[in-house]
């Protein structure tokens, strides 16, 4: 992508804010996408995400799951229902054609129905849990991060007798604030689809971390975080940062990438090393399109990111959020 088709995009899109609230300024905005080149190496996500959830609220806008859910209610009705609308949206299209559109979006819906009524959440038995422990491949880790866990933690996990108690770190990653509580590096069972997206059975079942498990809770995109970074003043590196990346930002990309992102490769991933979260760039706001993942040894802030963990505590409890 030429460095010209960047520039006038930027020149075409309106800096007034207003104009997303005036018809024409939005109409020219929604014919005229971001080049690739701006979205860098998360595109992959940002893209995914973006078109996934328009999906979703096109099937569900037209017919939707939750008022089928009474087990009285069978594919019939959906398919009814949902032809009816296809009717009426596109009634100069020839018949068969709408026929076969609405038996599609059909088993689209019919499927988001066979998930919620399966919805329950799976309390992991004991039997399940050493499972999880003894299938990982080498040291247990955190799913998404990489996180070792500590053996207190898993004679925790495992509801062992133990004296040893799950002890949190004296400092703690001022980019992901893991170790402010005795849960973030505690051992829990993560559904990794949510339960409330209809996630279910053992192989949804994996190990996390505590803060990833909270950070992650029933997001499934992107988009379901805040638009903007929450704000806060503090030292990374030479530089004042402003902002701190969302924690479902960090955990998303972590999930999605499991692995360190190094110019010149790496074969550190989750399954066998840590994983952390930074920047590209220190005059980018921490956002998805200006965070990479790093394994330790690559860690651009390896040296500066650890704060004692009462003065992280101090900045992420004061943390300002902006909605928008």
């Given at each position: 992508m030429s460095l010209a088709r960047v520039s006038q995009y930027v020149a075409d899109t309106s800096h007034d804010p207003?104009?997303?609230?005036?018809?024409?300024?939005?109409?020219?905005?929604?014919?005229?996408?971001?080049?690739?080149?701006?979205?860098?190496?998360?595109?992959?996500?940002?893209?995914?995400?973006?078109?996934?959830?328009?999906?979703?609220?096109?099937?569900?806008?037209?017919?939707?799951?939750?008022?089928?859910?009474?087990?009285?209610?069978?594919?019939?009705?959906?398919?009814?229902?949902?032809?009816?609308?296809?009717?009426?949206?596109?009634?100069?299209?020839?018949?068969?054609?709408?026929?076969?559109?609405?038996?599609?979006?059909?088993?689209?819906?019919?499927?988001?129905?066979?998930?919620?009524?399966?919805?329950?959440?799976?309390?992991?038995?004991?039997?399940?849990?050493?499972?999880?422990?003894?299938?990982?491949?080498?040291?247990?880790?955190?799913?998404?991060?990489?996180?070792?866990?500590?053996?207190?933690?898993?004679?925790?996990?495992?509801?062992?007798?133990?004296?040893?108690?799950?002890?949190?770190?004296?400092?703690?990653?001022?980019?992901?604030?893991?170790?402010?509580?005795?849960?973030?590096?505690?051992?829990?069972?993560?559904?990794?689809?949510?339960?409330?997206?209809?996630?279910?059975?053992a192989n949804n079942l994996a190990l996390a971390c505590g803060w990833c498990n909270k950070s992650k809770g029933a997001r499934t995109s992107i988009y379901d975080a805040g638009a903007r970074a929450p704000r806060a003043t503090f030292r990374l590196g030479e530089h004042t940062w402003h902002e701190l990346p969302h924690p479902f930002w960090t955990v998303r990309l972590l999930a999605m990438r499991r692995r360190c992102e190094h110019i010149d490769g790496c074969a550190a991933t989750a399954d066998n090393s840590e994983l952390f979260i930074a920047p590209a760039d220190h005059r980018g706001s921490p956002n998805p399109n200006n965070l990479h993942i790093y394994c330790g040894a690559h860690d651009p802030y390896a040296s500066s990111r650890f704060y004692g963990r009462e003065a992280a505590r101090k900045i992420w409890n004061g943390r300002k959020r902006v909605s928008g």
């Open positions: 207003s104009s997303m609230w005036r018809q024409d300024d939005i109409l020219a905005l929604s014919k005229t996408p971001p080049p690739e080149s701006m979205l860098k190496r998360n595109d992959i996500v940002l893209r995914a995400d973006a078109y996934a959830l328009w999906f979703r609220w096109f099937i569900e806008g037209l017919c939707n799951p939750l008022c089928y859910i009474d087990e009285s209610k069978t594919i019939l009705d959906v398919f009814v229902d949902t032809k009816a609308r296809i009717d009426n949206l596109y009634a100069n299209e020839p018949q068969d054609e709408r026929g076969e559109l609405a038996k599609r979006i059909t088993k689209h819906v019919m499927a988001e129905v066979d998930r919620h009524r399966q919805i329950m959440r799976i309390n992991a038995s004991k039997e399940q849990k050493r499972e999880l422990i003894d299938s990982a491949i080498g040291a247990p880790r955190c799913w998404m991060c990489g996180f070792a866990f500590s053996q207190a933690a898993i004679d925790k996990f495992l509801l062992k007798a133990t004296r040893n108690e799950v002890v949190t770190p004296q400092f703690v990653d001022i980019l992901r604030p893991r170790g402010l509580y005795q849960r973030d590096v505690s051992i829990e069972v993560e559904h990794i689809v949510p339960v409330a997206a209809g996630g279910g059975g």
